[in-house]
């Protein structure tokens, strides 16, 4: 019996981390509390919904530079670029608390190999208080789009709203983007806390 009240009286504690797309100009960033027993694919989830990704690509966290580092990612032995000389770990496997409970205060968060949106994720100071669920409490301007080509494509997007007179072409890529004649890209993708959170909430509602 005392066993169990043990168990019940277990809080979860949490993580704050600030999570930041490189390259880009000005900042896109999102800070997020997150439980620390979520697991990295889970982490991976969250990023998904506060950046605006779709979840149709690989990932890997990894401990130093992408490619050439230890990494935290899915099995997935006919996409293994690494070879043997990086550790690769499991991301259903490895919880927040193995990692960030330790020395790590920085890691890089791969999206998409191909496009290669690298983001730095900083580990900030950890909250007192148990948390459930993940929260986005803070962040700053639109994130990309999947697919539209890394860095260079997403400016190359943005270029266009800043022409008077827009060619065939550049119509074309606003309607691939899903962005109405009159919007601009803050008003189909600009950064919404609310929504993120909602989106969020859908995501771990376990």
Same mark, same amino acid.
Request: charged share 30%; proline share 4%; with cysteine.
């Given at each position: 019996?005392?066993?169990?009240?043990?168990?019940?009286?277990?809080?979860?504690?949490?993580?704050?981390?600030?999570?930041?797309?490189?390259?880009?100009?000005?900042?896109? $960033?999102?800070?997020?509390?997150?439980?620390?027993?979520?697991?990295? !694919?889970?982490?991976?989830?969250?990023?998904?919904?506060? #950046?605006?990704? +779709?979840?149709?690509?690989? $990932?890997?966290?990894?401990?130093?530079?992408?490619?050439?580092? +230890?990494?935290?990612?899915?099995?997935?032995?006919?996409?293994?670029?690494?070879?043997?000389? /990086?550790?690769?770990?499991?991301?259903?496997?490895?919880?927040?608390?193995?990692?960030?409970?330790?020395?790590?205060?920085? #890691?890089?968060?791969?999206?998409?190999?191909?496009?290669?949106?690298?983001?730095?994720?900083?580990?900030?100071?950890?909250?007192?208080?148990?948390?459930?669920?993940?929260?986005?409490?803070?962040?700053?301007?639109?994130?990309?789009?999947?697919?539209?080509?890394?860095?260079?494509?997403?400016?190359?997007?943005?270029?266009?709203?800043?022409?008077?007179?827009?060619?065939?072409? !550049?119509?074309?890529?606003?309607?691939?983007?899903?962005?109405?004649?009159?919007?601009?890209? +803050?008003?189909?993708?600009? /950064?919404?806390?609310?929504?993120?959170?909602?989106?969020?909430?859908?995501?771990?509602?376990?």
């Amino acid at each position: 019996m005392e066993k169990i009240k043990n168990k019940i009286n277990i809080k979860i504690m949490a993580h704050k981390l600030k999570i930041t797309l490189n390259h880009t100009d000005p900042k896109v $960033y999102r800070t997020v509390i997150v439980p620390e027993n979520l697991n990295f !694919d889970d982490l991976h989830i969250v990023i998904q919904c506060v #950046m605006n990704w +779709d979840n149709s690509h690989l $990932y890997q966290f990894n401990f130093g530079q992408p490619y050439s580092s +230890d990494s935290i990612a899915l099995p997935d032995p006919e996409n293994d670029f690494f070879g043997s000389r /990086f550790n690769k770990y499991d991301s259903t496997k490895v919880r927040l608390s193995d990692v960030f409970n330790g020395q790590t205060k920085k #890691m890089t968060y791969l999206y998409d190999f191909g496009d290669d949106w690298v983001h730095t994720i900083t580990v900030l100071k950890k909250p007192d208080e148990e948390v459930l669920k993940p929260k986005c409490i803070k962040g700053e301007n639109a994130a990309p789009i999947d697919d539209i080509g890394g860095i260079w494509g997403f400016y190359d997007l943005l270029e266009v709203f800043d022409k008077k007179r827009k060619s065939a072409e !550049d119509k074309e890529l606003l309607e691939w983007a899903g962005i109405p004649k009159g919007k601009t890209y +803050d008003d189909v993708y600009g /950064f919404d806390i609310d929504e993120i959170n909602e989106i969020l909430l859908e995501n771990f509602l376990k």
